[in-house]
């Protein structure tokens, strides 16, 4: 057993280190890929274990005016867009200082987006188009831009880059757009070059914090660009078309030194080698790892969960289950800064009100539960617009970070404890969905705002549930705990009287 002081210390080392790094590991998966049939796309949100999440429905309007400001919610920066005439009903899960960076959000006509991943061009490209620090788009503003007005994929990524080639990009970032037909990911270049590309329905995409698009075909209905991007590249010296070959976006744009080495490429490895154990990779010779793979075997859900929950276990890279490492040179996908993990699924089959699950994970993949939210939930509980950077005793982000800090002060002993009731939980409303959503199919069919109220009154039992088995799992990591520390330090007279 570790000791309680030791292990505080080691937490506070680790996110120490970790917390000046770059964030976010993406997982993208096309509907042949997949057990079930459907769409998938997953990602850790990572940066600040401060970083309360509230959860937010924003309503359809109609006859707007005005202007989009990233600066009136004391945004990242000047970004401003028009406001569509008639937005769209959408959901985010946003910050709760700014209710920007929306993380994960459907919108009414299906469209889903997950954003963004941070992802750094080269320093030689940025000399030739930096980016619009002050007044470019950033990962505040695309959830609400896009979900607000786009009623497809490919509309949305066509959207975003246009807005990246005309207002330019304020950072770098990945960001995966996804409906009933298609799933697409876009990468930025440098503050106004962009490529998207769509996910093979037969294969899955897998990045973290890099630049990993490659081929860029103009002619290609699946691919997506900036006027200019080869263009640019040529003029500037990025890419030389005698000598380098077949245009590389990744190769002419972004980063890739050995920062990426020990920070981005083992997370990528371990999903590839987790899904297609033939493929050997050597870690030091680079980003060789193949940009979409067909997997060995079909992707279940429970997979997606076990990929966001993945910090090397079983190896020596692990820099939990034998004592905190905060100096592991492997970052793993699942830290304890991760304020929120998610897997979005389209089911295209059903109805859009059930057919579009997201399973949200609040803090550390690795020690929450993914609760599913279905796109016919009408209404969040208080508590979930609640929350800031000081814990409190209602929100619900906090009562899964506080069971999660305590569990790291002795993660060997007290995270099995925590992860076999999640996993047995998830298990059981599993179960319980398959029921509901038949339930739904047939109720829909004589009466459907019967079917709608139905549906909203199982998911909000659903959330009650996991709130409640974490309130328990609290007390019952404090109980273990608590016996610990009095058995170090008991101080029993020699009489062994109190």
């Known amino acids: 057993m570790y000791s309680f002081k030791k292990c505080v210390i080691a937490l506070s080392i680790n996110m120490a280190l970790v917390s000046s790094g770059f964030t976010c590991t993406t997982f993208l998966a096309g509907n042949e890929a997949t057990a079930d049939g459907s769409i998938i796309v997953a990602r850790s949100a990572d940066s600040d274990a401060l970083k309360a999440q509230h959860f937010v429905i924003h309503p359809a309007k109609q006859n707007q005016t005005g202007i989009y400001s990233t600066k009136a919610h004391n945004g990242a920066n000047a970004f401003t867009y028009p406001l569509p005439k008639d937005s769209l009903r959408y959901t985010t899960v946003p910050n709760w200082k700014t209710q920007l960076h929306g993380a994960t959000g459907f919108n009414e006509a299906g469209v889903g987006v997950s954003g963004t991943e941070s992802i750094f061009a080269s320093p030689k490209a940025l000399a030739f188009d930096p980016y619009v620090e002050e007044t470019g788009i950033t990962e505040d503003d695309i959830p609400d831009i896009l979900l607000s007005q786009t009623k497809t994929a490919r509309e949305a990524v066509a959207l975003l880059g246009h807005i990246i080639e005309t207002k330019g990009a304020g950072e770098g970032f990945g960001v995966a757009v996804v409906d009933e037909k298609e799933l697409w990911y876009l990468e930025t270049g440098t503050g106004h070059q962009w490529m998207a590309q769509r996910v093979p329905n037969n294969q899955y995409f897998a990045t973290a914090n890099q630049g990993r698009l490659q081929n860029y075909d103009p002619k290609d209905p699946n691919v997506m660009g900036s006027k ?133 994970g609040l803090g550390m993949a690795d020690l929450t539960a993914f609760v599913p939210y279905y796109s016919g939930l009408t209404s969040f509980p208080a508590n979930y617009a609640t929350g800031s950077d000081h814990a409190d005793s209602q929100s619900i982000y906090w009562k899964y970070r506080k069971l999660q800090t305590l569990v790291m002060t002795d993660y060997p002993k007290l995270a099995p404890v925590v992860q076999r009731a999640y996993l047995d939980w998830e298990a059981k409303v599993a179960n319980q969905q398959k029921e509901t959503e038949a339930q739904y199919l047939k109720l829909a069919k004589t009466d459907k705002a019967a079917a709608d109220k139905m549906l909203n009154d199982f998911n909000l039992r659903v959330m009650a549930d996991a709130e409640k088995l974490t309130e328990d799992l609290t007390n019952e990591v404090f109980t273990i705990r608590t016996k610990d520390i009095q058995s170090d330090i008991f101080f029993a007279n020699k009489a062994k009287k109190d």
Do not use: C
């Open 228 to 360: 200019n991007l080869v263009e640019f590249a040529v003029e500037k010296g990025l890419y030389q078309p005698k000598t380098d070959g077949k245009f590389n976006f990744s190769k002419a744009y972004t980063r890739d030194d050995e920062r990426d080495r020990t920070y981005n490429d083992p997370r990528v490895w371990t999903i590839q080698k987790q899904l297609n154990p033939s493929v050997k990779q050597v870690m030091a010779e680079g980003r060789q790892s193949p940009v979409f793979l067909t997997p060995e075997k079909k992707v279940t859900l429970d997979e997606v969960k076990s990929i966001l929950r993945n910090h090397y276990q079983g190896t020596k890279h692990d820099p939990y289950s034998n004592g905190l490492n905060g100096k592991e040179e492997w970052r793993p996908i699942s830290v304890f800064r991760t304020y929120e993990a998610h897997v979005m699924q389209v089911r295209p089959e059903l109805p859009k009100e059930i057919g579009e699950v997201t399973y949200v």
